[in-house]
C-alpha cells in the first residue's frame, strides 16, 4: 500500500473513529499493570493510553513492509523483542495494513507476557465504511478482518478472548461521538489475554532411607567393658 493510501488514517473521519475506539477500550485497559506496553499502528502521531499501571511504551507504526517509531525493523520478520517482553500489546488498525496479519498476531503473542492483554483494533468490513473507503482509494483499500476471522486466528495460539465489539459512527462522520460503543459501528475492538503458563509438578525420586539402627543391646547382652 503507497503512502498516498495510508494518509487515509489522516483523514477527519478516520481520526475520529480512532477517538471513539480509544474511549471504548479504556474501561478494559485500565488495569492492565506491569512494566512495558507495546503500540503499533498505522499513524506516527498515535499516543498510546494514559494507564495508572503501566507507565513505559514502545511505540511503533507500520507502513507495509517496515516498522518505523522507537526503532527500524523490516515488517516481514519477527519483531525484535525477547519473549515474553511486554505486559500489554495494542494493535490500532495494524493487521490492515500488515502484508502477513497472523505471523504479526504470532509475533505479538510471542513477545506479549503470560497474563498479559492484547487489544486489537481495525474497520468492520460489513460496514458503511467499506464504500468509502473503496472510494477514497481508489479501490485500494486497505484488508478489513472481521472480528469472527480474527477469533479463529486468536484461538489457535495462546490467547483468551475477554471482549469483542462493534464501536464508533455508522458512517465516515467528521464529527466526533459522544457515544463510542454501537452495534452497527465502522470499527471493532477485541481484548484477549495470554493463558498463564501452568507450573509443571516436579516428580521427585524415590530415595533410599537408611533404617533406624537400634543401638540398645539384645536382652541378655553384656557390653564389654573398656580396657
Known amino acids: 500500500m503507497s503512502q498516498r493510501d ?58 507495509g513492509d517496515r516498522y518505523t517509531g522507537d526503532l527500524d525493523a523490516r515488517g516481514d520478520e519477527p519483531l525484535p523483542f525477547l519473549d515474553d517482553a511486554f505486559d500489554l500489546v495494542l494493535l490500532r488498525h495494524a493487521l490492515e495494513v500488515s502484508a502477513t496479519p497472523q505471523d504479526l498476531l504470532e509475533e505479538v503473542s510471542r513477545v506479549l507476557a503470560p497474563g498479559g492483554v492484547l487489544a486489537i483494533t481495525g474497520l468492520h468490513p460489513f460496514s458503511a465504511w467499506l464504500p468509502w473507503m473503496m472510494w477514497r482509494t481508489r479501490g485500494r483499500s486497505p484488508a478489513m478482518h472481521s472480528p469472527i476471522l480474527l477469533e479463529r486466528w486468536v484461538n489457535r495460539i495462546e490467547l483468551d478472548i475477554e471482549r469483542v465489539e462493534r464501536v464508533g459512527h455508522l458512517w465516515p462522520s467528521s464529527r466526533g461521538s459522544f457515544d463510542a460503543t454501537h452495534v452497527f459501528g465502522g470499527g471493532y475492538l477485541m481484548l484477549a489475554r495470554k493463558r498463564r503458563r501452568m507450573a509443571t509438578p516436579i516428580r521427585l525420586k524415590p530415595k533410599a532411607v537408611p533404617a533406624t539402627v537400634n543401638v540398645g543391646l539384645a536382652p541378655g547382652a553384656r557390653r564389654n567393658a573398656a580396657s
Open 6 to 63: 495510508l494518509d487515509i488514517y489522516s483523514s477527519a473521519p478516520l481520526r475520529n473513529l480512532l477517538a471513539e475506539e480509544s474511549a471504548a477500550l479504556m474501561p478494559g485497559l485500565q488495569r492492565c499493570s506491569g512494566t512495558h506496553g507495546l503500540l503499533v499502528s498505522v499513524t506516527p502521531e498515535d499516543a498510546p493510553p494514559m494507564l495508572p499501571l503501566l507507565g513505559n511504551w514502545t511505540r511503533l507504526k507500520l507502513e
